[in-house]
Structures are given as structure tokens and as C-alpha cells.
């Protein structure tokens, strides 16, 4: 079983899976096109959240950063007058840390990503999708910035004229997730944000080509007009596209093979879906509690015609 | 008023002098020969304990460290599998990030420091002797280690073969303290390890000089046969030195005229000292309490022939 997963919608159904499925039969593939560095550390937001997630220390109010993480650095830093882009936890601080130590002795990120799984005894199969830096950009009125900063200090509020996944053109797909591809045929397409955080997976060559050859399903992070949390509708509406599940299904539909969005969309004709050569499917997609979350991830399951339940 | 400083015996006699006269009167030019890049950061080890004693937030039970700083990052870095050198507080790295930052931007380490010590609200000035990075480096029989990795990483336990200050012969004194020195006349060599903290402000050019024109006293770190603290006695012998306050006075000699030595000292014979034609006082020279501290600084202004009693 393969997610590609970007934070906040994706983590909350993998840890729906988590509680049908071994961890060690879960692959994550994790966007890295948020990654940037700050305060002289290299961090992969994503990337942390499901390494959290899996650590079992992911705060599960804010679906990012460390439960209980004290931010006594960070405090420090504003009282002499520095504020960080990011504002990192002294744990998580941490974990950016050693993940920088180990690429600037060399490491890919994928194999100090592999560090981290190791040094939390994680038994899932973590990999970021690429190994180059890629990082997005988004364009306002008031010139370029990146998407941390748009998202985080600015709170998403400035107008969005553009905004692209700088490094792309260069960058490859990793080893490792060509590898973890070659092997799994069911590929979910997690809740996240089709622009920042599914997109730049996309993106990167090769890969709409082998999902081609996958049972792939994805999951609307949008209900009606709006998306369920983060900036995606902005950064929709900003590239031209309708906000709406049938604008992300448009996005994917040349290689997924089942469409879900959620029982409350209104908005939605499932027959245009439908139209699509694509199966159209309403599910709760709301993942508000633990039960919920499991609640999708066995609906998805049973799409897969998989029945994980009895190994638990 | 100008002290000389690294840390430990120095900061104490700084605690004293403070007593007696207003910080805004106090220039301490600062050892950064210990110098060195932990964790992604610029650590300047006697920088930063000099800006924490003029901050009121030095822990003074080590004369080291921020009082009360929490080891949040630290300890999950260890829990992974990566031990500091430097074992950094929360509060402590944010001052060093600070510090980093500023330089990245192209400020010196003399600039970054002013910008500190004006973010702590500081009244004294702190100098850090040079904009040229230096740092101490021991050969062991296991081969050459940072001073910092030698002294707290291995307890300095390892033989010392060699130690040299690298980057020493292209280094110069900072403006700000030829600027510092030229409008003062007194200078205190504080109590400091004459070879690792007070030593590489000496191997600057033109310092010996300087302060030949100056009225210099110096207080000797020895008591009898062995430091009051820290590694000055075990570098002494690896130059071949004597390690007595004789040994001390000999290194000083050609700049100071007044040196003091411990009373409980049974090793000196003064007349020695005065036969280099310098003046030997013997005073209490353990600092072990607040008002030990302000008794030697007191002496050490009658020296002077000042009497700052009355400013406070």
C-alpha cells in the first residue's frame, strides 16, 4: 500500500490506515516542494509530520510539529529580535538538526530520512519523494515568497498571482520511490493539497506515467467550494482552475482510477466524474475523530477489494 | 577600565568590578581563540558567558551557560544518535543562531555582538578581540582535536603533545578594540587560562605592544603548583612552561607592571617577580563569593590609584 501524502489531510488518513494495517505494509511518499531552509537547518514539513505521525508524537490538534514540544529557542530568538520563518519546537528543532548533519556529511535526503525512521523505530516505509530541492514559490503583489512564509507569517493572506515548484525542471523522482513503486500496485492519492503538496509529486517526471499503471485512488480535499483546511482553494483559483472536487478530479483524472469526495459535497455531478472514464465515489471524508479516520481508511480499503481488518 | 577576559577566574573579577563601578565604565575585550561551529551555528564560547553575566542570566554555579536553560533540543538529538560537542541550552543556541545569522548577513562577530548586547540591553562594552576566526586546537596521541572537544567532550584527559592557535597568523585585532584601547589607560589581564583565553589575544599583532604603553595588572590563575580552574596548568607543561604563577609572570612580563598572586600561594618568591621589574602583590585571589569578588576588585582599583567606591 503506497499514500503519496503532503501534510494535514493525508496524515489523518494514514493514521486511519495505521489502525487497519501494519505499519511496516504502509509506504509513504512524501512531498518535499514545501521543503526550505530556516534558522541554518534543513526542513522537510512534510516529511516531519508523517515521521511524527508514525513516531506516535504528532500533535494531533494542529496535525504538524510535536505534541507537548517547548519553543524556548524560538522564544529566545524573538526576545533579541528574530523571528523565524518557521516557528520550530525545541524537539523538532532537533530532528532538523540531525537531519541536516547527516546531508551535509553526505546523506541524500532520502537516506537521512532513513536515519530518522531508524532513530524513532519507526516500521513504515518513509520516503520523500525526491532527492533534489525543490521548493515553491508563490508570487504576490509585493514580489516572491515562499510558501512558509506566505502560509505561516503571512497567514495566506496576500493575493496570489503565480506561483510554481521552483527546481522542478531538474529533479528526479528518488531511487527509492521508483523502487517502492515497482512493488505495490494500490497508490492513494491522500486529502492534500492537489496545488502545494500532491502537485509537486505529480510533477516530477515519470510519475503520472507509472501511476498510469497502478490501481490508484484519490481523495477530494475539497467539499463544495472550499477545501476541508489550508490555502488549496486560493492556490487553485490562482492557476485558473474551478475549486471544487471536480477541478482536483480534473487534475488527476488521466491516471486515477477512483475519484472520493465527500457525502456533503453539493456541488459535485458525480456523472461529469463519471464522464471522466473515472468511478465516483461519496464517502465521509471529514476525518474529525479516530474512528472516522479508520472509518475512510477501511471504505478505501474495500475499494482496493483488500480486507486488512483480520490482521489486526 | 579594559579586562582582558576568557572565562571562569575573569567573569568573576567582571562580577566584582561591576559591584563597584557602572558597566557603561566596563570595556572587556573577549577571548573567541575557543571558537568554534557546533550544530550549524557560530559558538563563541567566553563571548557568550560574558554577554550572559552582563545580561543577569549567567548560571554561576559553572560560570557557563544560561541559568535555568532548558536541554530540550540537546537531549532528543542525543535520543537520536547525535551528541553535541557543545552541549548548547535552548536559550544559549537561540543567542548563537542570532549570532550565526548576523554574520551570514555579512556582520562581523565584533557587529553581531554589539547587536546581542544591545538586544540584552547591555551597558558595558563587550569586544570580541578580533573578526578572525580562531580556535584552539590540541594534538593528543590520537591526533588533533578542538580545544572545546578535548576539554569537554573527553575531560581533558587526553596528553597534550601540541597546541596551536590556528588561524592566528593571519588574524588581526578588531577596530573596535585598537579604537578600545587607544581612550584607555588601565587594563586588568583577568584570572584566565594564560595559554587557551588570555594567550591568543596576546599572539595578536600588535597587542603585546599596546599594551606596553598601558598601565597592566595581571592576576595569576596559579596557586602554587596548579590552576584554581580548568586546563591551564596541563597546557603550561606541554610548552614546557613552569606551572606556578612564576611561569605566568614570565609570559607577562614584558607589559605588565603590576602582577598579582594569590595569598595562599606558598610557591612564589616575590622577589623573582620583582626582579623582572614588576610589582608582586599577594591578595585573596579565590573569588567564592559575591563579596570575595567585589574585595579583589577593589584591591585591584587601589593599584589603579582609582576609588570608584563612590560612583555607586
Not at 490538534?61 to 516557528?87: A, C, H, P, R
Not at 532520502?110 to 530518522?116: F, G, K, P, R, S
Not at 503538496?197 to 510519475?207: N, V
Request: charged share 25%; no cysteine.
Amino acid at each position: 500500500m503506497i499514500i503519496l501524502s503532503g501534510g494535514t489531510g493525508s496524515p489523518k488518513l494514514i493514521d486511519g490506515l495505521r489502525q487497519l494495517i501494519p505499519d511496516k505494509e504502509i509506504t509513504v511518499i512524501v512531498n518535499t516542494g514545501e521543503d526550505i531552509w530556516s534558522s541554518e537547518v534543513f526542513v522537510s514539513p512534510d516529511v516531519d509530520t508523517v515521521l511524527y505521525l508514525f513516531a506516535g508524537i504528532l500533535d494531533k490538534t494542529k496535525w504538524w510539529s510535536i505534541v507537548g514540544d517547548t519553543y524556548n529557542t524560538y522564544n529566545q530568538m524573538k526576545e533579541l529580535g528574530q523571528n523565524e520563518i518557521l516557528m520550530l519546537g525545541d524537539r523538532d528543532r532537533a530532528v532538523n538538526l540531525v537531519r541536516t548533519h547527516l546531508m551535509k556529511n553526505g546523506q541524500t535526503l532520502t537516506e537521512a530520512t532513513a536515519a530518522l525512521v531508524k532513530g524513532f523505530e519507526i516500521q513504515a516505509n518513509i520516503i520523500p519523494m525526491s532527492d533534489d530541492f525543490i521548493t515553491s514559490v508563490i508570487e504576490t503583489p509585493a514580489g516572491k515568497i515562499h510558501f512558509q512564509e506566505f502560509w505561516v507569517s503571512q497567514k495566506g493572506e496576500p493575493e496570489i498571482l503565480s506561483f510554481e515548484y521552483e527546481g522542478i525542471e531538474n529533479a528526479k523522482l528518488s531511487p527509492a520511490v521508483i523502487e517502492a513503486l515497482s512493488r505495490e500496485e494500490h497508490v492513494i492519492i491522500g486529502p492534500s493539497n492537489p496545488m502545494t503538496s500532491i502537485g509537486p509529486i505529480l510533477a516530477l517526471p515519470e510519475m503520472k506515467e507509472i501511476l498510469k499503471t497502478k490501481k490508484v485512488i484519490a481523495i477530494s480535499p475539497i467539499i463544495g467550494n472550499a477545501a476541508v483546511s489550508g490555502p488549496a482553494g486560493k492556490l487553485m483559483a490562482a492557476k485558473g482552475l474551478e475549486v471544487s472536487s471536480k477541478g482536483v478530479a480534473e487534475l488527476y483524472k488521466d491516471f486515477i482510477d477512483i475519484f472520493v469526495y465527500d457525502i456533503r459535497d453539493d456541488v459535485i455531478d458525480p456523472a461529469e466524474i463519471e464522464a471522466m472514464g473515472i468511478q465516483a465515489v461519496a464517502l465521509d471524508t471529514m476525518m474529525t475523530d479516530e474512528e472516522k479516520r479508520a472509518d475512510l481508511a477501511k471504505e478505501i480499503l474495500k475499494l482496493f477489494e483488500m480486507d486488512f481488518e483480520t490482521v489486526l
